[in-house]
């Protein structure tokens, strides 16, 4: 089993919709959460971090339940920009990261 | 500004030839580490380094060494590269305080012919 799934994708949606990513992780001692966008070829670039419930940062929500060990992303009025593959990245308490194989995002005009 | 360097950024290289990948940044983080990521595979952790002199292996080691000599540096070493070492390889770095969230260099694009 994977330490990180994510649902590949692709996600096709036009600009304004909302769309949303899961994240599970295997690993129960995860103690920080975080979402990375990526663009073709360039390198991950932190989006949000989440130590506690979620975060919220404008049009970006994440949320994180320990139980059920996921993280979601919620992304609000999807802009033609936003395209990109969104990585989730749990870290444990010993500094060891994963990451899942990311989420395709195409949003259309 | 803040960054994470990589060099080189594209390389085509022939099996058994030597070569290094040098990693640096300055932020002072202690944390480095190198990926790799391959098409449907995702990120995989080669070696991790919490501080200087103090490496360990990832999750994808073999055929790759590392150094730590400096809290700055972090060269990726393939004494003998092959084909499958063909890949995007990524240099990170963070502090191992407070958030923990890694920053990322612009990659390196390796191809062993």
């Known amino acids: ?109 | 500004e803040a960054q994470v360097t990589q060099n080189p950024r594209y390389l085509i290289t022939v099996t058994g030839k030597k070569l290094t990948v040098t990693c640096s940044q300055n932020m002072n983080h202690e944390y480095m580490s190198w990926y790799r990521q391959d098409p449907g595979l995702g990120l995989r952790q080669i070696y991790y380094s919490m501080n200087v002199e103090v490496t360990d292996k990832g999750d994808v080691p073999e055929g790759y060494k590392v150094s730590r000599k400096e809290k700055r540096n972090f060269p990726l070493i393939l004494e003998s590269p092959s084909p499958n070492q063909t890949s995007l390889y990524f240099c990170a770095s963070s502090l191992l305080q407070g958030g923990g969230e890694q920053y990322f260099g612009p990659g390196t694009r390796l191809t062993v012919t």
């Open chain 1, 1 to 109: 089993r994977k330490e990180v799934e994510q649902d590949p994708g692709p996600f096709n949606v036009p600009e304004g919709a909302t769309v949303a990513f899961n994240c599970t992780y295997s690993n129960s001692a995860s103690q920080s959460f975080f979402w990375y966008r990526q663009d073709c070829r360039k390198e991950p670039k932190l989006l949000m971090s989440v130590y506690s419930s979620g975060n919220e940062d404008g049009r970006f929500t994440a949320q994180l339940n320990r139980a059920s060990q996921y993280i979601s992303l919620l992304i609000r009025d999807s802009k033609l920009s936003d395209s990109a593959t969104y990585l989730c990245g749990p870290r444990d308490n010993f500094n060891k990261f994963y990451f899942g194989s990311g989420t395709k995002l195409n949003v259309k005009p």
